[in-house]
């Protein structure tokens, strides 16, 4: 699949960005150093996405339970005028939730997508995603997963069903 670059919100098919589930408690459950590796990536395209005006929608899983999403990302993502958080109780973003409703609000075709677990939150919402007809693409450098899930991310998926690489550069550089 082509690797899809992250166009601004002037752009007719609008991208969103979709962070999911980097809350304290369940970023303190990732594998070894998969924290360090992608949390600055992360950072990085929240930066983008508060420089062109793209919306930012923070996933969270039972707020109650894993605590809030973590301080170095939420206090950038207050940064975009158009971020939004969302509670969920399943896997999916898409599941008992207004996702949906809010992304066709704001005319989003295309969603970056980034955070935990791999193997179950974010693949659960790729592929909603994907079923309700929106394009995804990702990067192993904004998401990972426990010890206990796939050691590759379920990149194999990823790279089958969206548009995906290894360097983030290549989905937020808009040029």
């Known amino acids: 699949m082509e690797i899809l670059k992250c166009p601004t919100s002037k752009t ?3 991208t969103a960005f979709i962070l999911i589930d980097m809350q304290t408690k369940l ?3 990732l594998r070894l150093g998969d924290a360090d590796r992608i949390i600055p990536n992360q950072l990085s395209a929240i930066r983008h996405c508060n420089q062109f005006g793209i919306p930012i929608i923070v996933l969270e899983l039972y707020k109650e339970e894993f605590d809030r999403t973590i301080d170095v990302l939420i206090n950038e993502i207050k940064g975009n ?3 939004y958080i969302i509670e ?3 896997d999916s973003g898409f599941a008992g939730t ?5 992304l066709r609000h704001l005319n989003a075709k295309k969603l970056f997508i980034a955070g935990i677990y791999a193997d179950l939150c974010v693949k659960a919402t790729a592929s909603s995603a994907l ?3 929106y394009e995804i693409f990702t990067s192993n450098q904004v998401i990972a997963g426990r010890a206990d899930h796939s050691k590759d991310n379920n990149m194999r998926w990823f790279r089958s069903n969206a548009g995906c690489t290894d360097d983030i550069t290549e989905l937020i550089n808009p040029f």
Do not use: H, Q, R
């Open 12 to 14: 007719k098919d609008s």
């Open 27 to 29: 970023v303190k459950k």
């Open 81 to 83: 005028p158009n971020f």
């Open 88 to 90: 969920k109780k399943y």
């Open 98 to 102: 207004n996702l949906d409703d809010l």
């Open 131 to 133: 079923n309700e007809g």
